[in-house]
């Protein structure tokens, strides 16, 4: 269900009425717009205001939960009064320290990156990044048709390398990521929920790491999903775009 102004409206006011409310934020394709390069998405000063209003309300926690390197994260956030966590749920930043949340042991990478490295030098415009705990493949700049056609063939061509490494494998808004299994946004958020309670939880995500957290929720009545973009999801509401998550994030600063 679309979020139109008065289900905003809504949710604005249940969001002010409850006594313990926690904001789960992924970062790109959410807060902010997609970029050929994941380096040039940059937040703007409207939006770390409106975090930072946020963050310094009453009884309220906002976390990012992103896919994004700690360090990465940090570079563009970290002046923020919150906690992030960061590689998928790899990392996570609590009163302003980083903790390890996952495995270091990444030996699995030396048989994965041939494939993705044949699959950049076949797919024109596409990159690899090499995060900490993860790999992936970006084909966003490449032509659309031949950028998924060559993520299909990436997917059967690492297939058999997944469980011997017990690895698993994203297929995401045009990217291909590969890490650990133990390693995923509903795993940290699990983690999170079990040391804490609320009685308002706003999750927002556009992509399918994020579908992860919003599974969790399902039976929570306490819980407003909200998918960012077309398509099917497992949450609750869905916002057409990112202005559109802005805005309704400043409402709730305000």
């Known amino acids: 269900m679309i979020i139109d102004n008065s289900l905003q409206t809504e949710l604005v006011y249940k969001y002010r009425k409850a006594e313990k409310r926690i ?14 390069k994941p380096e040039q998405a ?6 770390l205001l409106i975090l930072k209003e946020l963050a310094e309300e009453k009884d309220t926690e906002v976390i990012i ?28 930043r609590e009163n302003g320290a980083w903790i390890k949340m996952a495995s270091e042991d990444v ?5 994965i990156r041939p494939i993705l490295e044949e ?34 063939e990436l997917i059967r061509k690492v297939d058999n390398l997944l469980e011997p490494f017990d690895l698993k494998l994203l297929d995401g808004n045009k990217v291909i990521e590969i890490m650990h299994k133990g390693i995923g946004k509903g795993i940290a958020v699990k983690h ?18 994020d579908e992860e957290i919003f599974a969790l929720f399902l039976p929570d009545e306490n819980a407003v999903t909200i998918k960012v973009g077309t398509g ?23």
């Open 42 to 47: 940059i937040p703007s000063d409207a939006l």
């Open 23 to 36: 904001v789960l934020l992924d970062y790109d394709g959410t807060l902010v717009e997609y970029k050929p």
């Open 119 to 152: 699959m950049s030098l076949k797919c024109s415009e596409s990159f690899i990044e090499d995060k900490h705990f993860s790999m992936a493949w970006h084909y966003r700049n490449a032509g659309q048709n031949s950028g998924f056609a060559f993520s299909r």
């Open 107 to 111: 030996k699995w990478k030396a048989a």
């Open 232 to 254: 099917k999801s497992l949450a609750r509401y869905s916002f057409i775009s990112v202005s559109d998550v802005v805005l309704f994030l400043k409402h709730l600063s305000e």
């Open 65 to 92: 939960i992103t896919g994004r390197d700690h360090q990465e994260i940090e570079g563009l956030l970290g002046i923020l009064p919150i906690d992030i966590i960061a590689g998928h749920g790899a990392m996570k």
């Open 192 to 209: 999170l929920l079990a040391e804490k309670e609320f009685n308002f939880i706003l999750s927002i995500g556009d992509d399918v790491t």
